[in-house]
C-alpha cells in the first residue's frame, strides 16, 4: 500500500468500501489519480461548479460534503443515502379519509 494508505490504488477493483464516510479528501485525490486524467478533470470539474451565495452575499467553494458525495454517486453508488418517503401526517390521513367519505355520501 502506499504512503500508509490502506487501500491499494493500483489496483482499484480490490477498493470495498462499506460506509460513504470512509471517503475522504486523499482517498478522492488518490482514486481519481489513479483512474487517469479524464477522473481527475472530472473531480476538478465538481469542484469548480459554480455555487450560490449564502445568506450574506458571498461566493462560497463547494463543500467536501457534495464533492463526496458526487464522488460516491459516480464510483461507489450503493454507498449514496437514499431519501426517505415522507410518511404522511396523521392530520393529512384524516383529512384524506374525511374526503373519501364526503365523496361516497355524496356531498
Sequence with gaps: ???GFK???NNLDSIVLD???DIDKPFVFKYCKAKGEA???WAFGVLDTPQ???K???LRDTSFMKVRREF???YFPHLVPVKKVEEPTLKKMIAEELKRIREQRGE
Design 72 to 74: 460516491a454517486k459516480r
Design 52 to 54: 450560490k451565495e449564502d
Design 39 to 41: 477522473d481527475l478533470e
Design 56 to 58: 450574506n452575499g458571498v
Design 19 to 21: 460506509n460513504i464516510n
Design 1 to 3: 500500500m502506499e504512503n
Design 7 to 9: 487501500y491499494d490504488f
